[in-house]
Nanobody
């Protein structure tokens, strides 16, 4: 089993920044992808960003490209730096991982999920 714990969420004004972290524990994979997803009230969970184990491949949703940066600090920690935040970024943000080096955007391809951290952007 893999346990994922997100941290760093909070309340911020539009235009502000937040840094989310995801710490993994338990079983670790030799090749994996870690991703961030978000879910706003009444909406489906959507892809935000993902990175593979080597850090060489990253992908971003069009809505966050140029504002968010995903990075791999080490084998068990991934961060999501969010800048120029907008009210539409308000959601619960989830960290997820899959035992495959291919970066994908679909929720069902990820095997383990964290409990989520709330991000609220006020206008």
């Amino acid at each position: 089993q893999v346990q994922l714990v997100e941290s760093g969420g909070g309340l911020v004004q539009a235009g502000g920044s937040l840094r989310l972290s995801c710490a993994a524990s338990g079983r670790t994979f030799t090749s994996y992808t870690m991703g961030w997803f978000r879910q706003a009230p009444g909406k489906e969970r959507e892809f935000v960003a993902a990175i593979n184990w080597s850090g060489g491949t990253t992908e971003y949703a069009d809505s966050v490209k140029g504002r968010f940066t995903i990075s791999r600090d080490n084998a068990k920690k991934v961060t999501l730096q969010m800048t120029n935040l907008k009210p539409e970024d308000t959601a619960v943000y989830y960290c997820a991982t899959r035992a495959n080096i291919k970066v994908v955007r679909t929720t069902w391809d990820y095997d383990y999920w964290g409990q989520g951290t709330q991000v609220t952007v006020s206008s």
